[in-house]
């Protein structure tokens, strides 16, 4: 029996409206039975040239006028079978023509919002939604939603993750941002061209195929080498200043916000609280003036750069955004492993540094290509010393920190009595720091 007016509030709760997707939707999911077709052409190519040869005109427009309704149909029940909805404590998806799938998103387990918009999509007015959700394998997403709605629903969604009150989720909006950093396109163009990994994938792409031409002289051997050497070095280069371009960070209540793209646009949120790891990069080519690239790992997200290039003052001020009250301790604060360290790691051992300060674990590698790791001792899930037969004989040993992120970051050839301290001490900062550590909310004060 319930008590006296549970019913009546039971009664009076709004009914769960449930929303499709814009319609231009079915557009996009007509595609998908023209991928199979591709995909069959590419896996069996001598079938799909014997199938073309054998088609006539008549037998191909009859085959064009069943397969493009037929490609339209299906696009337009995907769309139909699909909705949403956002209640008071979850985003709800269903989607599904044939095998359906129901998701219940906790609203309190969303840790980012990004919305993203496909060169097409961006001349259509449309935008897709893509969600990273604390303990998911992989992102959901909404394709596509109208342009003003998926930036009005991911306001919402983010302020209903803070604990705004649903009622009132839908008027607090998309907080402000300040911008802290844009990087030219000038400049962004010249560090790529300064990137060794950009002249390593072109020098292969010339000289591989090159190679394999004068012991075989097989040109299908050439192409099957040289395009994918070609593509690594268009992603390298080309890929990466169209991803890249008009690169963009601001700060916000409900995290640092990163505009980029040139074809593709992407409006992605870095989660207060959930960055584990913050590595700032430095390639030799660089160092002349003074750049840098800040690279991040954040637990159950894919967001892994926050600043493509910058000065290295800049990056340093966004990094502290990033982690509040951390500096950046400067190299020469960093302690270089033991000169018998060179026993086990010739040369490379100058490379490896180490400095632990009150709020984070610092860990250095790399001789041309510099990259200082920073780990916030609250992020830090296990500790590790590994100590190999060699490195027993000189006394030196490799203090692992292990973050939620499931990446390790590693101060490498440490003296072994400093590791066992190091070992000790870093499991009490760790611990500390976990009970002192604010809650990973949105927009929290």
């Known amino acids: ?85 956002v209640t008071d ?113 072109l020098v292969a792409a010339l000289v591989v195929p090159t190679v394999l031409w004068l012991a075989t002289h097989s040109v299908w051997t050439v192409l099957a080498t040289a395009l994918p050497l070609l593509g690594a070095a268009g992603a390298s280069s080309v890929g990466r200043f169209v991803t890249e371009y008009d690169w963009t960070v601001g700060e916000s209540p409900d995290g640092l916000r990163i505009d980029h793209g040139l074809l593709d646009r992407t409006h992605e949120t870095v989660p207060p609280g959930r960055v584990q790891t913050v590595r700032i990069v430095e390639p030799l080519l660089w160092r002349r003036r003074g750049w840098v690239r800040v690279e991040l790992d954040v637990a159950g997200s894919s967001n892994s750069v926050l600043v493509p290039v910058a000065p290295r003052e800049v990056a340093e001020t966004v990094v502290a955004r990033v982690l509040p009250g951390v500096t950046v301790p400067p190299l020469s604060a960093l302690s270089r492993p033991p000169r018998r360290a060179a026993r086990c790691v010739p040369l490379w051992w100058r490379g490896y540094g180490l400095a632990v300060t009150d709020a984070v674990f610092v860990a250095r590698h790399g001789l041309l290509r510099r990259s200082l790791s920073l780990v916030p001792h609250a992020k830090v899930q296990s500790v590790r010393l590994a100590q190999g037969p060699w490195a027993r004989v000189w006394r030196v040993a490799d203090v692992h920190v292990d973050t939620g992120a499931n990446k390790t970051v590693t101060a490498r050839l440490r003296d072994a009595q400093e590791a066992a301290e190091l070992l000790r001490g870093q499991a009490e900062r760790s611990r500390t720091g976990r009970s002192e550590a604010r809650p990973d909310r949105w927009m929290a004060p």
């Open 1 to 85: 029996m319930t008590a006296p007016g549970v019913d009546d509030a039971i009664r009076e709760k709004p009914p769960v409206t449930e929303r499709r997707l814009h319609p231009v939707t079915p557009l996009r999911r007509a595609w998908a039975p023209i991928a199979v077709i591709i995909g069959w052409a590419v896996h069996d190519p001598n079938q799909a040239q014997q199938q073309l040869t054998r088609l006539t005109t008549t037998t191909l427009l009859i085959a064009l006028a069943v397969f493009v309704p037929a490609a339209a149909l299906y696009g337009f029940l995907t769309w139909w079978f699909t909705h949403f909805a």
């Open 89 to 201: 404590t979850e985003l709800r998806i269903r989607t599904g023509l044939l095998f359906r799938r129901a998701a219940h998103i906790r609203l309190e387990r969303i840790q980012a919002v990004d919305v993203t918009q496909p060169l097409l999509a961006r001349v259509a007015g449309v935008a897709k939604l893509k969600l990273d959700v604390v303990g998911a394998d992989k992102k959901d997403e909404l394709a596509f939603l109208g342009e003003g709605e998926a930036r009005a629903l991911r306001a919402e969604l983010l302020a209903r993750a803070a604990g705004f009150a649903p009622e009132t989720a839908h008027e607090v909006g998309e907080a402000p941002s300040r911008e802290l950093l844009r990087v030219p396109p000038g400049v962004l163009a010249v560090s790529l061209v300064l990137t060794g990994a950009t002249w390593g994938t």
